[in-house]
């Protein structure tokens, strides 16, 4: 118990106290660290900055936890949460609301009610599209990929630059490998075909039931 409560507070302190009382011989450190003028022992925690956004942000997320796995190019615009809650707020000071709970609820719902009337003119003009493409003869615009859709035509791509790879590879002998590419190489001539008449996303723009 006496080792604890010794060892206890700063360690320079504690070493010079035992370099006097004889217990460890000094140390050529000791002798710098005497001349060195000693920095205040840091107690409190930081305090953490908060933004006004970030209480509407923590809530988008915790209704809407499926939104934290959307990729997003950091270059091209806000996370949908941010936008949420930047729309929210807006709400709020347009209609001179207070931050209380029935407020931010209200202006939440109006923001909500928004997102889903835009959502919905969208659906029927990409509709509205397709069917006049149909009619037309061409090709209409692609249906909107889920994010599933979206990691399989990713992990297709990385897949068949790997096959790509493997095949220079092979054809320049710096690789030595039994396994026959007959069938590797088929499969990434094909997709290489369908890379090239921008057919990538045609393979999932039809659902599940498309066959490749």
Not at 94 to 116: D, Q
């Amino acid at each position: 118990m006496g080792k604890a409560t010794f060892m206890k507070g700063k360690m320079l302190a504690k070493a010079l106290q035992a370099v006097e009382a004889g217990w460890i011989p000094e140390q050529v450190w000791m002798k710098a660290a005497r001349r060195m003028q000693e920095e205040p022992l840091v107690t409190k925690k930081t305090k953490k900055e908060r933004q006004p956004e970030d209480a509407f942000i923590e809530s988008f997320l915790t209704r809407h936890p499926e939104s934290e796995f959307i990729a997003l190019d950091v270059t091209s615009s806000d996370h949908p949460a941010s936008l949420f809650a930047s729309r929210q707020m807006e709400v709020m000071k347009a209609f001179g609301l207070k931050r209380n709970p029935w407020h931010k609820r209200l202006a939440r719902e109006i923001v909500e009610a928004e997102l889903t009337l835009q959502e919905r003119l969208r659906d029927q003009c990409l509709s509205e599209e397709r069917i006049k493409a149909f009619q037309e003869g061409r090709r209409g615009p692609p249906v909107k990929k889920t994010a599933l859709q979206k990691a399989h035509e990713e992990a297709l791509r990385h897949h068949l630059a790997g096959m790509k790879k493997m095949k220079r590879q092979y054809e320049a002998g710096s690789v030595d490998c039994t396994v026959p590419f007959k069938d590797a190489f088929a499969e990434a001539k094909r997709w290489d075909e369908r890379d090239q008449g921008g057919m990538w996303s045609d393979a999932f723009s039809q659902g599940p039931g498309r066959r490749i």
